[in-house]
């Protein structure tokens, strides 16, 4: 299995259902905007949180260059979910952004 998405590909993937996007960024990173959509989950409380997510859904982590979401897409997947890391992170991101 792929661990990871371009970000070129999530503007797409996005758009399906059951496809979400976690950004794994700390609350002060994400008020310098965000991928519209996302939920924020900062990393450190994203195993507190996982038993909140849906099993059938489909996630995509992100954050600023991409180590910290590919550590939470291996976290999701080692508790049974569909998880892939935006590849380069935030930096890498050239859509839409909200604060």
């Not at 970000?7 to 965000?34: N, Y």
């Not at 897409?73 to 892939?84: C, F, N, S, T, W």
Request: charged share 35%; net charge negative.
């Amino acid at each position: 299995m792929q661990a990871f998405v371009k970000p070129s590909e999530v503007e797409k993937l996005k758009k399906e259902k059951g496809v979400h996007v976690i950004d794994v960024r700390s609350p002060d990173e994400v008020k310098e905007g965000k991928i519209p959509g996302a939920e924020n989950i900062p990393l450190d409380q994203l195993e507190g949180k996982v038993e909140t997510l849906n099993k059938k859904e489909k996630y995509i982590t992100v954050c600023r260059s991409g180590m910290r979401s590919e550590k939470a897409a291996a976290l999701l997947r080692e508790y049974g979910l569909d998880a892939k890391s935006m590849q380069g992170g935030m930096e890498e991101w050239d859509g839409e952004v909200v604060n």
